[in-house]
């Protein structure tokens, strides 16, 4: 079902702009590669739109929106442009080969705006919106118009640009909170008002792009799909700008729990968002907070005596909706060391892991390890450990032996055995504290330009005894790749993320000179 044909009242369009409007957000930056595996999995998923990225802002944004529209089988996938030629032009030509491609241009109209950012009047916007528009539907048949501002705009002057926008061809018409101001009812008197007052408003859909900023973009999206809102703008795990934005797993599982309260359908698998929510994290390297609804490590867990009494005489004393339909086990087996071998590959399965036998063999060793540290080994335990097994496959390099000496009186010292091509090597190393201490040793050992762009610990599950998971992306010769490490001990976590990095890097340089490769075999 194309999204123009969509405007079905009952028909929600989800339009995901996590790869735009979330990697804004500071830190949040994706690879090349990052950004192509999430457009995929947003594209299997069911997402309606995937806003790709903003073409002009630089080479690196315009390849990853033009290679996402060339491989995108069921999305539509959107380009954003400000109100100026260029940009439209660009964002036409990025996604030019997209079989639903879109252009999403936008300008501001609130007071506040023009006087500051635009500096212009409200007659000269107008003239800008109609220009703009018209170019971009010159160039593709699905152009969506956004004023920017909208919920500090004159209900007066933004029917106006609505106007004006439908009449130059705009066939999505958005209305964005685009500082997190408005409250619900304000939100949803906006659109009932612009829908009423603009005479050809039916020739469009209407679109609701919320930001977080008191906590309100949920329920501001919500009540602007009741007011006649037919598409919603939103990222995995909210993130964007400031405090992000509506986020996509609460939109869709707010419509798909309450249907008494919003008769409203959409596409999305709901049984993929904790993946999404995973995938998406391990991208931008931005932890998910514990208490996050929907994909949160703690939105399906009951410690309360009085909760698990309810829960062990009837699920729904206390969930109302299942784990399942998230993509998230039921079961919650406590595993520890006296846990076998069929018992771990049973917990496995239940967290979507198929392994080899050796694969496998390698990962159960490593758990009882780890259950020989902790008390409990939790799901998030397992989850870490298996993703960096996986992430193992094929390494050129290991961690093998690692110490380390720190304290008030410094230097601090790190000594490191690596197996590197089946041969280990050790070195001691100084630094400016143990974690650079260690990355020197892992310098001396495996010589390399790498620069460090991003070093973050944080802990995977709670108590002193919790695994640690740590990040590093290194960047090297224009390349960039992010790795995780995870170990109770931060310093071995911290060496097995560079190293795994190191690796990821060393994999790139193969594929880059496929002579070197064939060489090599």
Same mark, same amino acid.
């Not at 679109?207 to 009741?226: E, K, Q, R, Y």
């Not at 201490?437 to 460090?452: G, K, M, Q, Y």
């Given at each position: ?17 996590? &790869? ?14 990052? +950004? ?83 500096? +212009?009047?409200?007659?000269? =916007? ?199 339909? =998230? ?26 892991? *198929? ?6 063999? *390698?990962?159960?060793?490593?758990? +009882?390890? &780890? ?8 799901? !998030?335990?397992?989850?870490?450990? =298996?993703? !960096? !097994? ?62 460090? !762009? ?14 640690? *998971? ?37 994999? +790139? ?5 496929? *002579? ?6």
């Amino acid at each position: 079902m194309s999204v123009q044909a969509a405007s079905n009242k009952s028909r929600v369009i989800i339009f995901d702009t996590t &790869l735009r409007d979330g990697e804004q957000c500071p830190g949040a930056t994706m690879t090349f590669e990052e +950004k192509i595996e999430v457009a995929d999995l947003l594209d299997s998923m069911g997402v309606d739109v995937i806003e790709a990225g903003f073409p002009i802002a630089s080479e690196g944004d315009f390849e990853a929106v033009a290679a996402i529209a060339s491989r995108i089988q069921r999305a539509t996938v959107a380009g954003l442009a400000r109100a100026i030629n260029a940009d439209i032009d660009r964002a036409g030509e990025a996604v030019r080969r997209a079989k639903r491609g879109r252009i999403h241009t936008f300008v501001s109209t609130s007071p506040i705006h023009l006087a500051h950012q635009m500096r +212009k009047s409200e007659a000269q =916007v107008l003239d800008i919106i109609s220009a703009t528009v018209a170019r971009a539907r010159n160039l593709v048949e699905d152009v969506e118009w956004s004023a920017m501002d909208a919920t500090r705009t004159p209900i007066d002057y933004l029917c106006q640009c609505v106007d004006a926008a439908i009449k130059a061809g705009a066939t999505t018409i958005n209305l964005p909170d685009t500082v997190g101001y408005a409250t619900p009812d304000e939100y949803r008197a906006m659109f009932r008002a612009v829908r009423e007052r603009v005479v050809n408003s039916d020739k469009a859909i209407f679109s609701v792009h919320c930001h977080n900023d008191l906590g309100m973009a949920v329920a501001n999206t919500l009540a602007g799909v009741d007011g006649g809102a037919r598409q919603i703008e939103c990222t995995i795990n909210g993130i964007g700008e400031r405090a992000g934005n509506a986020a996509l797993e609460e939109v869709v599982m707010a419509i798909k729990t309450r249907g008494d309260a919003y008769a409203y359908e959409c596409n999305v698998d709901s049984t993929m968002l904790v993946r999404a929510s995973k995938q998406v994290s391990a991208a931008t390297s931005f932890p998910v907070q514990y208490n996050k609804a929907i994909v949160g490590r703690n939105a399906f867990a009951h410690e309360s005596g009085i909760h698990q009494d309810g829960m062990l005489k009837n699920t729904t004393t206390y969930e109302i909706m299942t784990p399942e339909s =998230v993509g998230v086990s039921k079961t919650s087996l406590v595993m520890g060391k006296h846990s076998g071998r069929n018992a771990f590959r049973d917990k496995l399965k239940t967290l979507g892991y *198929e392994l080899g036998d050796n694969a496998l063999q *390698e990962a159960f060793k490593r758990f +009882k390890d &780890l259950a020989d540290r902790k008390k409990i080994v939790y799901d !998030e335990d397992i989850e870490a450990l =298996v993703d !960096e !097994e996986i992430g193992r496959v094929g390494e050129r390099v290991r961690v093998d032996a690692l110490t380390v000496i720190s304290g008030t009186m410094g230097p601090q010292t790190a000594t490191l055995t690596l197996n590197v091509d089946g041969q280990s090597t050790t070195k001691q190393a100084t630094g400016n504290g143990p974690v650079d201490a260690i990355f020197n040793a892992i310098h001396a050992l495996v010589p390399h330009t790498a620069s460090l !762009e991003l070093y973050q610990v944080h802990a995977v599950t709670a108590g002193t005894d919790a695994q640690a *998971e740590v990040s590093v992306r290194l960047s090297e010769d224009g390349r960039s790749v992010t790795a995780r490490g995870a170990d109770p001990d931060t310093m071995v976590a911290s060496a097995r993320a560079y190293v795994a990095a190191l690796n990821k890097l060393m994999a +790139k340089r193969l594929k880059s000179k496929p *002579e070197a490769a064939g060489a090599a075999g």
